[in-house]
């Protein structure tokens, strides 16, 4: 199957800013390369054969360092000012091609053959017949967990900020078929504004949304997980 590869860039990154760093967030090095870089270049490695990336409008040298770095055939970048997650979602999904999506937040850090392995699962997944695909881990590190809870099956009940034993949460990797961009354009007409809140309801109305696990993610928001995602990526 197919998978059109979707980033993410929609925010500020104002709590790296806060704690010093000033280059924007799609261009904090891990590795030695951009963020963006890094992750446009896995999802391409992977089997992507375009990547759209929703870059906030106003961040210095973004939108330059992609261009020059990858094929305008293949890599599109689509500039947004909007005020939610689920408001850049929507948008990505307008500007990218018909058919299933593999869809990253900018701040996702994994290992290689952990993207590997999450984007050839999402896609079998989705081709089986999947609403939705959830990257999920055990390695908690966020302020603000979205839990994801299943069943003997592996498929996601409930997500929401209640800890369950062992602990899941949302790596800030998803699969997505053509019928959830419907659903993501109806959950924002009704009101709903995170990602979160899409994916809740989602569960909510009967979607099947199974779950791929991966030992480590690394959500960069804080200077903290820079240096982790720095560990895990040495």
Same mark, same amino acid.
């Given at each position: ?23 924007? %967030? ?43 770095? !990858?094929?305008?055939? %293949?890599? %599109? ?31 996702? @850090? ?8 999450? !984007? ?27 839990? @994801? ?18 602990? /899941? @949460? ?5 699969? !997505? ?20 809140? !899409? /994916? ?22 804080? @200077?903290?997980? /820079? %240096? ?7």
């Amino acid at each position: 199957m197919t998978l059109h590869g979707l980033v993410l860039a929609g925010g500020t990154g104002s709590r790296l800013a806060a704690e010093g760093l000033s280059d924007p %967030k799609p261009l904090v090095s891990v590795g030695g390369r951009p963020q963006v870089v890094r992750l446009i270049e896995a999802m391409l490695a992977t089997g992507c054969p375009t990547v759209t990336c929703m870059v906030r409008e106003g961040l210095p040298g973004v939108r330059e360092t992609i261009e020059a770095q !990858f094929d305008p055939r %293949k890599v %599109k970048v689509v500039l947004c000012r909007t005020p939610s997650s689920l408001h850049t979602l929507v948008a990505g999904l307008e500007a990218v091609p018909d058919g299933a999506i593999f869809c990253a937040m900018v701040d996702t @850090v994994m290992r290689p053959l952990d993207w590997e392995r999450a !984007f050839r699962e999402t896609a079998t997944q989705l081709e089986e017949g999947a609403d939705a695909v959830l990257v999920v881990t055990p390695f908690v590190q966020d302020e603000t967990p979205l839990y @994801v809870h299943r069943d003997a099956q592996g498929l996601a009940v409930r997500v929401g900020s209640q800890r369950r034993e062992p602990p /899941l @949460v949302t790596g800030g990797v998803y699969g !997505f078929s053509p019928a959830a961009r419907g659903a993501a354009r109806e959950a924002l007409a009704d009101g709903v504004h995170r990602m979160r809140g !899409f /994916l809740q309801r989602l569960l909510e109305e009967g979607a099947r949304v199974p779950t791929v696990e991966v030992e480590q993610v690394v959500d960069l928001d804080r @200077v903290a997980d /820079l %240096k982790a995602a720095q560990a895990m990526v040495a």
